[in-house]
């Protein structure tokens, strides 16, 4: 079965630039969307088709997808930013990455 | 405003069965494929099943396959999930959500609140 693998953890200062990675084989031939879930809240779709913000979604958040690997790019991240982000493509299903943490320290 | 609301979670023991509803309102039910999302307590997500806007085609993981069966009336938005011959690792805040455009395999734009699956003796 696919497996796209994330790290569990990563930490950034405010207002600085934070990278998140997703990983999986032949990644880039596939689009990725990137959620956002706060603790006790639903997830939060803030990226879709690789690129894509929803409407309401701010424009630091960002995304690219190439090789084996996509990446969700917060600009200027702010403290509200604080949540655990799973990426997601599509296979023969729809496989989840298992979650990262970002921390705003 | 699209709004998914789920019901029917609860405490129930290892080998029963479990019915949960997600009542949709907001948009055209039918147009929308839609899927369950669990997640165990403190861990991450796994999709667990999806069903197509007309209700004729439907997916599951293989973690559940042969237990699990979704449904969906459209006379009252309502999509289900019947869960049978339940085990303790189904222990899950279970998600209904619905897709961005009208297909089956693209993201989810809005999820419910969920609701808490507790398999335990």
């Known amino acids: 079965s696919y497996e796209l693998t994330q790290p569990p953890s990563v930490s950034v200062s405010p207002g600085q630039t934070a990278s998140i990675t997703c990983s999986g084989d032949k990644l880039g031939d596939k689009f990725v969307c990137w959620y956002q879930q706060k603790p006790g809240q639903s997830p939060v779709l803030v990226i879709y088709q690789d690129n894509k913000r929803p409407s309401g979604i701010p424009e630091r958040f960002s995304g690219s997808n190439s090789g084996n690997t996509a990446t969700l790019t917060i600009s200027g991240t702010q403290a509200i930013d604080e949540a655990d982000y799973y990426c997601?493509?599509?296979?023969?299903?729809?496989?989840f990455g298992g979650g990262t943490k970002l921390t705003v320290l | 405003e699209v709004q998914l609301v789920e019901s029917g979670g609860g405490l129930v023991q290892p080998g029963g069965s479990l019915r949960l509803s997600c009542v949709a309102s907001g948009f055209t039910f039918s147009n929308y494929a839609m899927s369950w999302v669990r997640q165990p307590p403190g861990k991450g997500l796994e999709w667990v099943s999806a069903i197509s806007g007309r209700g004729d085609r439907t997916y599951y993981a293989d973690s559940v396959k042969g237990r699990f069966t979704i449904s969906r009336d459209t006379s009252k938005s309502t999509l289900y999930l019947q869960m049978n011959s339940l085990r303790a690792e189904d222990t899950a805040v279970y998600y209904c959500?619905?897709?961005?455009?009208?297909?089956?395999?693209?993201?989810?734009?809005?999820w419910g609140q969920g609701t808490l699956v507790t398999v335990s003796s």
């Open positions: 959500a619905k897709v961005i455009v009208a297909s089956i395999w693209v993201p989810f734009d809005y």
């Open positions: 997601q493509a599509w296979d023969s299903s729809a496989v």
